[in-house]
């Protein structure tokens, strides 16, 4: 019986180093290729690509004239753009026009966050390199860890804009793009949710004493947003594939590379 055990163990820590020397690899070049293809879509400066002078022309607009915006998409910044709304004030629409010029461009913060963090995990997988010899689980463990950590914050920027008060959004540096400027009670804002560009206006209104605000907006599908996403989840899930193989032998603490159970394992 106790022979058999032993059998068992020496099989199991065999396994566990082929999949330390040869599994490993082979899953961290996957996700490297998927990686690097994201990294391919971005409109910006990365990894050896550089996309930053692509331009693509949207039409944000909502129904009955009430806003229409058309823009021009450069890399990660908004270079032109058309802008028309209407407010209501004291019972009475008004028409406003504003533009952004390319000197003064709109820049959109989440699209180089997303990039560099996506830079991040492809550099942690360029750390280990293809003949890197790992040692122990926890040591692959937390290579994963790490690319998972970066995926996840570059996929969530783009998911998730943060909120920002509408005194953030007024004193907003991207603000002083638009010529002309806009009155003191409104505030626009382009920001990315999934694969969509958002224009959205907001107009302080005195209510019952108090300020609050309306808001307004708009949004077009981003062809080159949807395919980040794809791949970033990809990427996620195949880094997550992995973790969960190396997991199998995390929780035999004395496996590393080289050792060869002397005794049973209870």
Same mark, same amino acid.
């Given at each position: 019986?106790?022979?058999?055990?032993?059998?068992?163990?020496?099989?199991?820590?065999?396994?566990?180093e082929?999949?330390?020397?040869q599994e490993?690899?082979k899953?961290?070049?996957q996700i490297?290729?998927?990686?690097v293809?994201c990294a391919?879509?971005?409109?910006?400066?990365?990894?050896?690509?550089d996309?930053s002078?692509k331009?693509d022309?949207?039409?944000?607009?909502v129904?009955?004239d009430?806003?229409?915006?058309?823009?021009?998409?450069?890399?990660d910044?908004i270079?032109?753009?058309?802008?028309?709304?209407?407010?209501?004030?004291?019972n009475?629409?008004?028409?406003?026009k504003t533009?952004i010029?390319n000197e003064?461009?709109?820049?959109?913060?989440?699209? #180089?966050?997303?990039?560099?963090h996506?830079?991040?995990?492809? *550099?942690h997988?360029?750390? &280990? %390199?293809?003949?890197?010899?790992?040692?122990?689980?926890?040591e692959v463990?937390?290579?994963?860890?790490?690319i998972?950590?970066?995926?996840?914050r570059?996929?969530?920027?783009l998911?998730v804009?943060?909120k920002?008060?509408?005194?953030d959004l007024?004193?907003?540096?991207?603000?002083k793009?638009?010529?002309?400027?806009l009155?003191?009670?409104?505030a626009i804002s382009?920001?990315i949710q999934?694969?969509?560009?958002i224009?959205?206006?907001?107009q302080?209104?005195?209510?019952?004493g108090?300020?609050k605000y309306?808001?307004?907006?708009?949004e077009?599908?981003v062809?080159w947003l949807?395919?980040v996403?794809v791949?970033?989840?990809?990427g996620?899930q195949l880094?997550? #594939?992995?973790?969960?193989?190396?997991c199998v032998?995390?929780q *035999?603490?004395?496996?590393? &590379? %080289?050792?060869?159970?002397?005794?049973p394992i209870?």
């Amino acid at each position: 019986m106790v022979d058999c055990e032993k059998v068992e163990a020496i099989n199991l820590q065999k396994e566990f180093e082929w999949v330390l020397n040869q599994e490993i690899h082979k899953g961290l070049d996957q996700i490297h290729q998927i990686l690097v293809e994201c990294a391919r879509r971005f409109p910006v400066q990365l990894y050896g690509h550089d996309n930053s002078n692509k331009q693509d022309k949207f039409v944000l607009s909502v129904p009955l004239d009430q806003l229409k915006c058309v823009v021009t998409l450069t890399g990660d910044s908004i270079t032109h753009a058309d802008i028309n709304f209407k407010v209501t004030r004291q019972n009475s629409a008004t028409v406003v026009k504003t533009t952004i010029q390319n000197e003064y461009p709109w820049k959109l913060q989440q699209v #180089q966050d997303a990039a560099n963090h996506l830079q991040q995990a492809i *550099y942690h997988i360029d750390d &280990v %390199g293809k003949n890197y010899k790992f040692k122990s689980s926890d040591e692959v463990l937390h290579i994963l860890g790490n690319i998972l950590g970066s995926l996840q914050r570059g996929r969530t920027s783009l998911i998730v804009p943060r909120k920002k008060t509408m005194d953030d959004l007024i004193k907003s540096r991207n603000m002083k793009s638009l010529a002309p400027n806009l009155s003191e009670d409104l505030a626009i804002s382009f920001y990315i949710q999934s694969h969509k560009l958002i224009f959205a206006i907001y107009q302080l209104v005195h209510s019952h004493g108090e300020m609050k605000y309306d808001s307004t907006h708009a949004e077009c599908s981003v062809p080159w947003l949807n395919e980040v996403l794809v791949l970033f989840t990809v990427g996620l899930q195949l880094c997550q #594939q992995l973790k969960d193989k190396i997991c199998v032998f995390s929780q *035999y603490k004395d496996f590393t &590379v %080289g050792s060869r159970p002397s005794s049973p394992i209870n």
